[in-house]
């Protein structure tokens, strides 16, 4: 491959398996990788149990190509998968893609989207293990995230008690509030517009919220207050979020001068950011936490979120096949 | 759910988190499943290094809703990609499961498909471990499958060794003669269509293979020339495959007959039968498997695949992004 030079141009041209040996060329080798691609498999040595998550993205619905560029989209779905590993309080260790696209995408466009996933991988500490390429109508992207508990119990949904402080590592409302710009056609503020196109997951927060006691812990994808909810319900108890605690940034109140929306509400229900929330007995969040609020018994109208001590009237999520519902 | 009753009838009315509550009601629970479906990530006992393969199936590529039901192509999915976990001696354990389709999709035909999921994980004993579903434009599958060695050591592709014999267990060119009769508007023989339907993989010879001492082992996706192709590169020797010891099965002999292509050739170069295929040395093919060739030294023109000493003219196999190019 000569980028600039007389090389093929559109996938239909390269063909699947020199795009692989593309995609994979020098990878580095981790210790822990035992069989890398080129196998049927990819193994990697774990110690005792594994944690597997696995998430697609899919050209217009997660990602557009006029938003980002194929390094970005790369990123994102490298990041958005490993943030779920993160959350169950394993250690990342690997990912597996899987990639379909049209034959007339532009190879130079796929290899920059390969570097984009390979340079995620190093950002996260994880190894690209392998994948799977194949033709599709729409550029589609499925990862595959595994790592590792080290011996610790896995940081579930339904571990929260009453008593429990709770707390965030990473941004939120930031990639809603680049969603917002985005859609209304500006580009900036750039820091909000960068974190929408590639999360800023706390690589390492979830093994950290582990050793320090975590008893609940998930990534907010959907929303803090919907995955809130997640864990309320599973847990059967009531989450109350201190709105003074929550972190408003200079850009999201930009952001919400020019839209007239309320920032409050981005860093509420605004999915997307790929923080970690998570429950831990009182005096036991660790440093790179932030508090901000508690967990008590379920009310009378049972387990669920509060704000402020009250229920919240907004609309906490998104649903992939109804794009206009909320739940 | 009602079938019949006056539920919601497409995706986009169900909506995702209906339709994952449906898809993963009342799964067994293994005992090597620490948790299942419904956290960030779902966690695996393994026996300290797990095999991990993804692999991706798209509407129109890999199968066509007018030849395959949804159940058939749930199970497909779950098949090839345990086949790869098998071709390299793990014992397989479970799978994750990305879903994308259309909103109009038919809730009963998605449903289908995961009971179709269901059953071909029942049938290679692995749990459905969780998933993602979102939309797209078309129906696309994306499996990751894991298995456990067991403590053994991983059986790749590059360890063939002049000397060693090569030996098949499954089935060779029933899925090609299926896809034959298909492509020409018919449906009969039954027992092919059903093969490129849904392949009969040999669940559980991986591990067989492995104890037995296989030196290499691939599973046959894209024909048995292709696949004994990469064998050969990656272990530096030739291999050699007797056609005498090749059973060419009555229905391909029927095929053959009716469309005019030489059943050797199904059995040679068709791929999607997902048999394993390995070497062993002398005197160690185990029960369940069918001598088929030899292994050699690398010849002047380096390693490769000879059938019956020559080298073959045909075609080998198949390229996604360029279906009509032959490698």
Known sequence: MSPGGTGPTTLAQLGEFALIAEMVRDLPAADDVLVGPGDDGA?????????????????????????????????????????????????????????????????RWTLDLATGLRSECATAGVSLLGGDTTRGQQVTLSVTALGTLDGRDPVRRDGARPGDVLAVAGRLGWAAAGLLVLTRGFRSPRAVVDVQ?????????????????????????????????????????????????????EPLQTVGSATRVDPLLLVLTGGEDHALVATFPVGRVPAGW????????????????????????????????RPGARR
Not at 58 to 87: L, M, Q, T, Y
Not at 302 to 307: K, M, R
């Open 43 to 107: 193994v990697l040595a774990v110690g005792g149990s594994v944690v597997v998550s696995t998430d697609v993205l899919v050209e217009g619905v997660h990602f557009r190509r006029d938003w980002s560029g194929p390094g970005e989209i790369g990123r994102k779905a490298v990041a958005v998968n490993v943030a779920d590993v993160e959350a169950m309080g394993a250690r990342p260790q690997g990912v597996v893609v899987g990639f379909s696209a049209p034959g007339d995408t532009e190879v």
């Open 197 to 249: 196109r590639v999360p800023d997951v706390p690589y390492g927060q979830g093994a950290v919220a582990a050793r320090a006691g975590a008893t609940s812990m998930v990534d907010v994808s959907d929303g803090l207050l919907a995955d809130l909810g997640h864990v309320a319900r599973a847990s059967g108890v009531t989450i109350d979020v201190e709105t003074s605690l929550l972190e408003i940034g």
């Open 290 to 321: 932030t508090t901000i609020g508690a967990v008590d018994d379920a009310g009378p109208d049972g387990a669920g979120v509060l704000v402020d001590g009250s229920p919240f009237a907004g609309v906490p999520g998104f649903d992939h096949f």
